[in-house]
């Protein structure tokens, strides 16, 4: 176990593992590791809240301030992926963050830009990542920001977040730390190890292929049921 923990603070960028180099200091585990991606104004929540009651796997965060120019940061680090099937996210980026045993799926959704790779690349904590927007199904410019947490690939399902959010029209800023509990998330990820992955393989946004603005439609996760834990 002490060999596999010390392989995976070392690998970094590398694509096989190795030990670290000598002198190397092994990054402190954060017990909020992720931080905002944007900056603006709590506008829902998962699961619903604030001026609606709709079933809804993400927070929603406007910025009026700045309008389609506001950017959008990787709120932890991991391999991004640009996606447009043409559904109700529209234009997003996923970022798969893989830990031992699991991963956890950062989504950005309703994005005017996203200035990442459709295949796949690794990408640091705080990386501009996109632009705010409202494609896909979206009533106004804001970013859709979801986590999803996950064991097998294809199998990730959305997670409370709510606690880091917190009160609606709460005002955050880009990289504050969103205050909620995300163990196992106190290690810094091998973000190479779905480079080149066939994204179909790899099963991102197949467990709910019918969304509108995250509103679960397909039959395999009806909206009566799928985010009933989150309200
Ligand atoms: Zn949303």
């Not at 459709?118 to 640091?124: F, L, M, R, S, T």
């Not at 494609?135 to 986590?147: I, K, M, N, P, Q």
Request: charged residues 15%.
């Amino acid at each position: 176990m002490v060999v596999t923990a010390l392989m995976a603070f070392g690998t970094g960028l590398t694509l096989l593992p190795a030990a670290p180099a000598a002198g190397v200091v092994e990054p402190e585990p954060s017990e909020f590791p992720m931080t905002m991606p944007t900056s603006g104004m709590v506008e829902s929540l998962v699961g619903g809240g604030c001026s609606s009651s709709r079933s809804h796997p993400g927070v929603d965060i406007s910025n009026l301030a700045t309008s389609t120019a506001t950017e959008i940061y990787a709120a932890y680090p991991g391999t991004a992926y640009a996606i447009n099937k043409g559904d109700g996210y529209g234009l997003r980026v996923e970022i798969v963050h893989p830990y031992e045993g699991g991963y956890y799926l950062t989504r950005y959704a309703h994005l005017s830009q996203a200035f990442v790779s459709a295949d796949g690349q690794p990408v640091e904590q705080g990386d501009l990542i996109g632009l705010m927007g409202r494609s896909g199904s979206a009533t106004g410019v804001h970013l859709h920001f979801e986590v999803r947490q996950g064991t097998a690939p294809g199998s990730d399902v959305p997670v409370d977040i709510n606690e880091g959010f917190r009160p609606c029209r709460n005002l955050v800023s880009a990289g504050q730390p969103i205050r909620v509990d995300l163990a196992p998330l106190t290690w810094i990820p091998r973000h190479d190890a779905f480079v080149g992955m066939d994204i179909a393989v790899l099963g991102i946004g197949a467990v709910f292929p019918g969304v509108d603005d995250g509103v679960l439609q397909s039959a395999s996760a009806p909206r009566s049921t799928e985010p009933k834990h989150h309200a």
